[in-house]
């Protein structure tokens, strides 16, 4: 493969993941207009949300299988435009029941998509021979925001929320089609007896559960940030309710900025250094807003935006790393990769209904020892297994490095 196809295919992940969080960006920012068309309330809408999560599961463990038989490439094609054609479920349901089932449709959709990209991603990163995957991932961050931003401005000037969800289901599967022209053509189909029976020559299903684990630990860890970190600063800290937002922003954006300039970081460190530094950091973090409510008054904000800061620092190179690891193990990675995908998901999924009893049963202060636990089992259970995996040499064409 020469230099120019390596590069395409790179500008063609690029494109899927900003599209892919263009696309999350727009249906968690009309949430709140679905909400009042269907009068759902909060149990419905929650519902919905959980219905969204377990579809995206299910067609996570689907699509691995699907990637290694007929490549990422072709799974790409169909996985990225079909996440967002399905937006149009959800925007032009009628009613709650048939929201609820387009909502498990749109999980499918989504889950396809997560699962064929990452893989991809890790078969490009493979021919480059050097990390590149952490910017795909900011750049899917970046998407997210471009399509929050976007819907709150049709919003301002007036534009309804359903024919923007409308829309975009039509047009953005169209500009899918030709970043999917771009990516890397199909491997050969030869493949060894091993490689057939196991899903790849040199992966262990073992090291697979503990990356798993790993990614489990750093999901939950972020969305303890992503849905406690506003509610931290009102509820503990007692911040004024304009200025609780902030220690949000504030972990978003350290995570958006270390993923878009993270792949050096990984170059020069090291995936195992990388995952223990990560560990420890948004330990470190946890540690921070734990202990910022004893300081002194004037200290206890700052104390718990730097504890933030950290926690999207650290946590920004968790994804990355951990499917670096997966695509350096071999060449049919799909299996794996749906697998430990699926792992980190439960944790998006499990942690803010976990952190909500605990904090419903004692405090949110308690509750959130739980993710600074976690976040050191980020480093203490990928490290080792990412370690085993680097063992195994991979081959990596010259001419495209």
């Known amino acids: 493969m020469n230099k120019s196809d390596a590069k395409r295919a790179r500008i063609a992940v690029f494109s899927f993941f900003f599209l892919s969080g263009f696309v999350m960006g727009l249906w968690a920012a009309g949430l ?16 919905v949300l959980l219905l969204v999560s377990g579809g995206a599961l299910v067609s996570m463990l689907v699509a691995g299988p699907l990637v290694d038989k007929w490549s990422s490439r072709v799974v790409c094609w169909v996985g990225g435009p079909l996440s967002a054609a399905v937006l149009l479920g959800p925007a032009l349901a009628p009613s709650y029941p048939a929201l609820a089932v387009l909502a498990v449709l749109l999980g499918i959709g989504l889950g396809v998509a997560e699962v064929a990209m990452n893989s991809h991603s890790v078969e490009v990163e493979r021919v480059y021979g050097r990390p590149i995957i952490s910017a795909f991932h900011g750049t899917w961050s970046l998407g997210g925001a471009v399509g929050g931003a976007l819907t709150a401005g049709a919003l301002k ?11 975009a289901a039509i047009v953005v599967p169209f500009l899918y089609v030709p970043a999917a022209r771009m990516l890397l053509p199909d491997p050969p189909q ?15 299903w073992g090291l697979v559960a503990l990356l798993g684990l790993a990614a ?15 509610l931290h600063a009102r509820w503990v800290l007692h911040t004024d309710p304009a200025a609780a937002p902030i220690a949000y922003t504030i972990f978003a954006v350290a995570m958006t900025t270390v993923r878009l300039l993270g792949d050096p970081i990984r170059a020069r460190l090291g995936s195992v250094r990388t995952i223990q530094l990560a560990g420890v950091l948004a330990t470190c973090g946890y540690v921070l807003v734990l202990v910022a409510p004893l300081t002194a008054d004037a200290l206890q904000v700052v104390c718990a935006w730097s504890g933030w800061a950290l926690v999207g620092v650290g946590l920004a190179t968790v994804v990355p790393v951990i499917f670096s690891a997966v695509g350096a193990a071999g060449s049919r990675v799909g299996r794996a990769l749906a697998l430990v995908t699926a792992f980190g998901y439960s944790g998006l999924l499990v942690g803010p209904a976990l952190l909500g009893y605990l904090a419903e049963s004692w405090t949110l202060r308690f509750a959130l020892i739980v993710p600074a636990l976690l976040a050191a089992a980020v480093a203490l259970a990928g490290a080792p297994a990412i370690r085993a995996l680097s063992r195994v040499p991979v081959p990596v064409p010259a001419d495209s490095r």
């Open 190 to 204: 030869h493949v060894t007896r091993e490689e057939s029976a196991t899903g790849s020559s040199s992966l262990r």
């Open 216 to 230: 489990f630990a750093g999901h939950l860890s972020e969305g303890a940030a992503i849905d406690w970190a506003a």
């Open 157 to 167: 000037v007036g534009v309804d929320p359903q024919a923007l969800l409308v829309g």
């Open 32 to 47: 709140p207009s679905l909400n009042d068309r269907l009068d759902l309330g909060p149990a419905r809408l929650g519902s």
